[in-house]
């Protein structure tokens, strides 16, 4: 069982990004799938998570109205659509696997590598 992310980089403040996160050998249909960050000194933090079972979503407020969580029909994949990035979106970027959506670091079951995202001008 994998998680893959693909999609950082560097983009100026205002710009998109959109995050990719594979499953390898996952039953999509059993697990959450979530997206935490960590920027330089901080704990990771949630941000945003899809129910697979339930194709039900949410995000946290600091992220609400620009972050959008979404899944592929066609293959095993998750997005994460960051709009309007700002300066404080700067961290890494990690997928994560769990039984139910939760904001909770220590509930999350599988960990991908991460991608790093930087927000600056």
């Known amino acids: 069982l994998e998680l893959v992310e693909s999609g950082g980089g560097l983009v100026q403040p205002g710009k998109s990004l959109r995050l990719s996160c594979d499953l390898l050998g996952f039953s999509p249909g059993y697990f959450a799938i979530g997206w935490f960050r960590q920027a330089p000194g901080k704990e990771r933090e949630g941000v945003a998570c899809i129910n697979m079972s339930e194709d039900s979503t949410d995000v946290v407020d600091v992220v609400k109205g620009r972050f959008t969580v979404f899944r592929d029909s066609a293959k095993p994949t998750i997005y994460l659509q960051m709009n309007n990035l700002k300066p404080e979106d700067t961290a890494v970027y990690y997928c994560?696997?769990?039984?139910?959506?939760?904001?909770?670091?220590?509930?999350?079951?599988?960990w991908g590598q991460g991608t790093q995202v930087t927000v600056s001008s």
């Open positions: 994560t696997a769990s039984i139910v959506c939760s904001w909770n670091s220590l509930l999350q079951e599988y």
